[in-house]
């Protein structure tokens, strides 16, 4: 441990302060079950920055998914490698591998400073399915409806930086139309919920409805 002595230090000092800015609600977006990747790094960045400290994600190559790994770094020069993390990609596609980067990248960056994950997989697991709690039944379906939700927001999120790449490589802008598809899995209320979960994406947000626009056009031409 003498090899990472003021790194450690460092780190000591700020994990209260971490820990005190989710307590205190200071990210709106730990108000609910599902707090994002950018939510997740506003909530740690300036106890990191107030104490020399700042992280970096390395990628690892695997097979069927993605491995993420959190490595601290100190002013100092020092660092300390978390681990490996791995993500089981649902789908074998850009969207899929893009959705289990975000949820991966998170999870490994959550662990790595003690960030709690208020969607607690192992409460939920310790409880009996359906168990009643203040006398009513678990919401399942809604933490369902969230989880699926947040998901197609991630993958809204990788598909748009991928279209862009694709963009200004190719020329070629029908990756902004998978994008589209993507954020149509999601319809009636349920969209506010994506349009809230992509709140500081303003550029995700814009395609989306510019190529929405473009589809409705679409199928107006064809009708007539």
């Given at each position: 441990?003498?090899?990472?002595?003021?790194?450690?230090?460092?780190?000591?000092?700020?994990?209260?302060?971490?820990?005190?800015?989710?307590?205190?609600?200071?990210?709106?977006?730990?108000?609910?079950?599902?707090?994002?990747?950018?939510?997740?790094?506003?909530?740690?960045?300036?106890?990191?920055?107030?104490?020399?400290?700042?992280?970096?994600?390395?990628?690892?190559?695997?097979?069927g998914g993605v491995c993420v790994e959190t490595v601290i770094h100190h002013e100092s020069g020092q660092s300390l490698p978390c681990g490996p993390l791995f993500v089981p990609a649902t789908k074998h596609d850009a969207q899929g591998f893009g959705s289990a980067l975000t949820y991966c990248r998170r999870y490994s960056l959550m662990t790595?400073?003690?960030?709690?994950?208020?969607?607690?997989?192992?409460?939920?697991?310790?409880?009996?399915?359906?168990?009643?709690?203040?006398?009513?039944?678990?919401?399942?379906?809604?933490?369902?409806?969230?989880?699926?939700?947040?998901?197609?927001?991630?993958?809204?999120?990788?598909?748009?930086?991928?279209?862009?790449?694709?963009?200004?490589?190719?020329?070629?802008?029908?990756?902004?139309?998978?994008?589209?598809?993507?954020?149509?899995?999601?319809?009636?209320?349920?969209?506010?919920?994506?349009?809230?979960?992509?709140?500081?994406?303003?550029?995700?947000?814009?395609?989306?409805?510019?190529?929405?626009?473009?589809?409705?056009?679409?199928?107006?031409?064809?009708?007539?």
């Open positions: 441990m003498d090899s990472i002595k003021e790194l450690s230090a460092a780190m000591a000092k700020a994990f209260p302060a971490i820990e005190g800015a989710i307590k205190g609600k200071a990210n709106p977006a730990f108000r609910s079950k599902y707090a994002d990747l950018s939510s997740v790094v506003d909530a740690i960045k300036p106890a990191l920055a107030d104490h020399g400290l700042w992280f970096r994600q390395v990628t690892h190559s695997v097979e790595a400073f003690g960030v709690p994950a208020e969607d607690d997989d192992g409460n939920a697991a310790s409880k009996p399915h359906g168990a009643r709690q203040n006398g009513a039944q678990q919401p399942d379906a809604e933490a369902d409806k969230h989880r699926a939700i947040r998901e197609v927001a991630d993958a809204c999120i990788a598909t748009h930086a991928a279209a862009v790449s694709q963009m200004e490589r190719e020329n070629d802008a029908s990756g902004f139309w998978e994008l589209h598809r993507a954020a149509s899995r999601v319809m009636g209320e349920d969209r506010m919920i994506l349009w809230d979960m992509l709140s500081k994406h303003s550029a995700v947000r814009a395609a989306i409805k510019e190529y929405a626009g473009y589809a409705a056009t679409e199928k107006s031409k064809a009708i007539a």
